[in-house]
DNA sequence: CCTCATTCGGAGAATTTTATCCGAAATCCA
DNA sequence: TGGATTTCGGATAAAATTCTCCGAATGAGG
């Protein structure tokens, strides 16, 4: 039900860059105080989606992170398998070391269309599919102020 | 797409003892060694797991643990509510502190269907199905041996 | 009663994940 | 050239999760 932080962040960023102007180099700085997350772990993170390809760094005045070209077409999957590593997708939900019809737990059968439905989910969901979804308004990358998650709070 | 730990040997624990005698008490040691977990650890797991109900311990000679009347119909949600904590489910997906239509996330629309199906899942799968499943000898609760694992290794 | 086997409960070690810090390298601009 | 800004990369700290250890309490049986 879980995705890591660390996925969550790299994902919300990455939509987040996909909403601005392509080209412009986004600061670091920028980003982690619009999703409000820790900015020197953040940085950490958009290194390894550097690394993974996903990314163009500048470094210096005007410097910045920008989608490499057709990087807006990066689905999900793409990203989590950077940040979650290769396997995934193919763990076993109780925890076995391997998960096949061949060597089944007993959720097996019942576990492995849901998970395809998420795979397959993860494979369509494109930054931009998503940071469309963003720029209409209707959805959000980062936390609502708590001033306002519980305005009945006022006497 | 993934349980803690804690969540797996939890649930691998409870089925086995539903596919034991009833009212024979299961040791700690036994289980431990069935399932191939860490025998401590798992121990304090089976004592969370009394405190939220779902077993009964007895100390001394004969003792060791038993599921509570009626837990053989006891789903994996509430076992999950106990080791994932009660908001597990209601998650976002991205990591907002709040999933709800009105403070959606660009996932949102997509995964709680998702969400929905995975909960209804866990809902229905009742310790006394899961341990049938594991005694008819189709679906496992443990690892093979790895000397199993990768049979083509001999020369 | 004593002995043995077991869970209980608390402390704490090891590992992994999350987060911080800082000096160095790159880049822009004056 | 030099100053300002930014990422890079390595070390390290903090927190959470996973795992271990041990003495105490409990209960069965001799
Ligand atoms: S073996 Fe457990 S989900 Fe496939
Ligand atoms: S707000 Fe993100 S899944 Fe509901």
Known sequence: MI???TSQYAIQAL???????????VLNRE???YLNVPPA?????????????????????LGGFCLREGASKTDLMQI?????????????????KVCSDATACPMHT???PIKKKVVALLNEQTLEKLARAVQTGKYRLSDLPTSLLAPMRRA
Do not use: D, H
């Open 3 to 5: 995705l890591s932080r």
């Open 15 to 25: 939509i987040f860059i996909a909403t601005r102007p392509p080209g412009e180099p």
């Open 31 to 33: 980003i982690a105080s």
């Open 41 to 61: 772990y953040l940085a950490k993170i958009m290194q390894s989606l550097c690394k993974g390809n996903l990314l163009y760094s500048y470094r210096g005045r």
């Open 80 to 96: 989590l398998l950077l940040t979650e590593g290769p396997s995934f997708t193919q763990e076993c939900v109780l925890g076995l």
């Open 110 to 112: 019942k576990w492995v």
